[in-house]
């Protein structure tokens, strides 16, 4: 065994959040870090602890009328020259910085120092964020135990720029076939080329306009993209088979088997088959919890473009927002970073919101 | 060493023709069936022999004012459940009997029935046809002996359905190519989306109008094709970069940088690398050895759409069509066969040109 990492929770919010960053959690190895978080949280009193793998669950049992989430995964995408965190007395960065070990340590001052908040707290700290949908950390809890997630309402400290971002927009890819017959390319005419065919489907794409819905206030945007295509027999044969894998980013007021009759619409006339899907979020501001947090942490809030963890608590019936420090752009990025004063601001707001 | 495969030339076209199919001498493997010929035609006493690797060429030195070469190659596509040949009768099936074993029995009985043809004959038989250029044998021929293969006019004996196909088109290979800028495709507006930019190039494929010019009382027919497309970075990035490989053949009447200069000309504005090119052949069908051999089989030729080695003796300046038993568009397929009438047509009919 190696001697256990341990993480000193009396420290500040820039430190603690550059210690995280230097104990390496590639999706797949969060055992150190878990282990880390585990040992550091048992020691506090007002929290009951509970461990699914690599994934922690701490929680306040006060009574209070409402009980909400604070989560933050704890894996990281690969190691891409960005280790050990390097501070530059504006930012810290490195791998995980800003996607989101500084939302996580935030989340971890919080649950250290209050003591007594006045909403009961379910802090979530969950593995294999960053990889396939089966080995996320809150499938598998939300598998074994449903019941531990439930609240009132859920803040996901993914990076959004200290920022509320509300909802998030659904996902789906369509592969957007074409056919045709193969012949040799010196006798074209006895064919038909499946690619040529496959230029209608990207004048579709090119000439199509996203919505762009305002709801409970935030202006989202849709995006209709090919991701990839292929198609190709041979260097001297007319191609029988062309695919367009088309990924539709689709606004929270429409459901997923709507997003996929709007396919069928877009692409009339061709083959088109959902490969994958995933349901957008409604922002759900004008439920009281979400009403309270978002004026707690400023009053304003963005729409989420991108698709999060926030569906899946949706899903859950469980109202969420993404809120924490970093930019999300930087996410996924080698350079990411996140500002200190990101990191003071998240959890100024957040201390004040349940304190 | 196995024991000699022998051929026996006293025997019908057709019972040749079965023989030839059932020496496998796959692209790579033709020393057997090179050697059976070498053996079979050496004896012969009106021909002169020289072998380099396991091509063949077999020589009349009569001093006639006129000298053509008669040629075909030993080698097949890989086998395909086809061996060995079957004859129903009317046919002889399996792999080669097509392209171009039935074509090499005619040369072959050719070269061993004809002791005073009133033109002087090279016959040619060579390897690897169908593969890469650098090992057909003629081109290794040419490069170690040019000399040899001088002549007024060549006749390849690949299958054309016993009626003279003459010239042929050019082909050339062009990437098109788009690029754009890589985004998160949740904020797709941040990129610039590269398939969708080879929509444009698709739309020109598909408006395209080939030439379809007519040369020496033959009607070419050109094609711009697409022969594959890839693009695509991962199911969430907006694609940086999309390349259509394009196939164009081009009629003979125009040369490779001409070929290159349309190319340019058609996919204007965008990135065009040429992979891969081989000029045509124009016909030359005005020319007196080309116009007598016409006469004597029978007066009509056709175009020869697809690519063949009568280019590599057009370059070499010598006049060349095809003239063959089988039906080209059975080359290459395991279903192959020759009809037993065009063996004996061409055997014919080339005896009556020869004799």
């Known amino acids: 065994m190696a001697a256990m990492t341990s993480l000193d929770l009396s420290q500040d919010v820039v430190d603690l959040t550059a210690a995280l960053v230097d104990i390496e959690s590639v999706s797949g190895n969060e055992e150190t870090i878990t282990d880390a978080i585990e040992a550091a949280l048992d020691p506090v009193p007002w929290l009951e602890l509970w461990r699914h793998q690599d994934s922690l669950i701490a929680r306040t049992t006060l009574g209070r009328s409402e009980r909400v989430v604070i989560a933050g995964h704890v894996d990281t995408v690969p190691i891409n020259a960005n280790l050990p965190s390097r501070d530059d007395g504006k930012h810290i960065h490195g791998l995980g910085s800003c996607d989101m070990k500084g939302g996580v340590a935030v989340a971890l001052l919080l649950a250290a ?28 809890i939300s598998a074994v135990r449903p019941e531990i997630l439930a609240a009132d309402f859920a803040v996901l400290m993914e990076p959004s720029n200290a920022v509320v971002e509300a909802g998030c927009q659904g996902t789906m890819r369509v592969d957007v076939s074409t056919s045709g017959v193969r012949a040799h390319s010196a006798r074209s005419w006895n064919g038909v080329n499946a690619i040529h065919g496959a230029a209608e489907v990207l004048d579709r794409l090119t000439s199509y306009e996203p919505r762009r819905p305002v709801i409970d206030g935030l202006r989202y945007h849709e995006g ?41 619409e877009v692409f009339e006339a061709f083959d ?7 349901p957008g979020a409604l922002p759900g501001l004008h439920r009281p919890a979400a009403a309270a947090f978002l004026e707690a942490v400023g009053g304003s809030a963005n729409p989420k473009f991108g698709w999060t963890d926030v569906s899946r608590f949706s899903s859950l019936g469980i109202p969420a927002v993404n809120f924490g420090p970093g930019n999300p752009e930087l996410a996924h990025t080698q350079a990411e970073f996140v500002p200190h004063a990101h990191l003071r601001s998240c959890l100024e707001q957040m201390t004040a919101w349940l304190f």
Do not use: K, Q, W
Not at 116 to 137: C, H, I, K, Q, S
Not at 245 to 250: A, L, Q
């Open 272 to 278: 088109v088959v959902v490969s994958d899907s995933a």
């Open 224 to 264: 209709l993209n090919a991701v990839a295509i292929s198609g190709g027999v041979a260097g001297n044969v007319i191609p029988d088979a062309c695919t367009v894998s088309i990924n539709y980013r689709f606004a929270p007021d429409r459901s997923e088997p709507e997003a996929e009759a709007h396919m069928h």
């Open 113 to 140: 120092s209050l003591a007594e908040p006045v909403r009961d707290v379910t802090y979530v700290f969950y593995e294999a964020e960053e990889v396939e949908a089966e080995r996320n950390g809150l499938t598998l």
